[in-house]
């Protein structure tokens, strides 16, 4: 089955950096990439996906790029804040679309990234 | 809306005793799963359900049992409750698409097994 490995661990910014978080996937025919953020307490929530078909994403702050040569995706989080601070999660799965994969995702073992003031 | 609703949010469970974990939702989504969060581990499928009265393993299925007796509802068993089940468990749901729908979390259900 998919393997998704997530980096670093732990991240910590100053306010304002950017911040990277970095996941490789094992699967060739996963070909959605979705991002969640999850707040202390809270339920994990989307933020961002790409699909296989592009190479980046924009929305804001937040931009997702994906190498399917390297089999590895990103997250950049530009101009961070203090309530950019949580646990982020990517994670992969394989397109319903002629599939079996009923939109089951696999996913990385999460980031805790801290935004100091 | 309400979205996806969990019960209960807490439980303390002794080895050995059983319990029922429900997730509704309203949004009338085809896709149903079961998750658990263990730290430094993510997120882990443990069973999940592509319509009403169809359930099927995930990636840690062993000591659970689920049901989906109705569309909007899915249930989560644990007949003999163990330490190791100690987890957070979230409910998701997503709607049938030729593409890949976000998933839709519950607020979780935080249970420790002693």
């Known amino acids: 089955g998919e393997n998704v490995e997530q980096h670093p661990s732990t991240l910590s910014v100053q306010e304002g950096d950017s911040a990277v978080i970095k996941c490789t996937y094992s699967?060739?025919?996963?070909?959605?990439f979705p991002w969640y953020k999850q707040e202390l307490g809270k339920r994990p929530q989307l933020i961002i996906d790409i699909r296989s078909n592009v190479g980046e994403k924009k929305d804001q702050r937040i931009a997702v790029t994906l190498n399917k040569t390297a089999k590895h995706f990103s997250l950049h989080i530009t101009e961070t804040q203090p309530e950019d601070s949580a646990v982020y999660f990517c994670?992969?799965?394989?397109?319903?679309?002629?599939?079996?994969?009923?939109?089951?995702?696999?996913f990385g073992q999460g980031t805790i990234l801290t935004v100091h003031p | 809306n309400a979205g996806v609703t969990q019960t209960p949010k807490f439980r303390v469970l002794k080895t050995g005793q059983s319990m029922t974990l429900l997730c509704a939702q309203d949004m009338n989504h085809e896709y149903m799963y079961w998750y658990r969060q263990d730290p430094g581990m993510g997120l882990r499928l443990i069973h999940y359900?592509?319509?009403?009265?169809?359930?099927a393993k995930g990636e840690v299925p062993d000591g659970y049992n689920v049901s989906r007796l109705k569309k909007q509802n899915f249930l989560l068993g644990l007949e003999s409750a163990a330490p190791s089940q100690t987890s957070v468990y979230f409910c998701?749901?997503?709607?049938?698409?030729?593409?890949?729908?976000?998933?839709?979390f519950g607020n979780g259900t935080r249970l420790t097994v002693t």
């Open positions: 359900s592509v319509g009403e009265g169809t359930t």
């Open positions: 998701a749901s997503s709607y049938l698409n030729r593409g890949n729908s976000p998933l839709h």
């Open positions: 699967d060739s025919a996963s070909n959605y």
């Open positions: 994670a992969a799965s394989i397109s319903n679309a002629g599939g079996t994969s009923y939109g089951k995702l696999t």
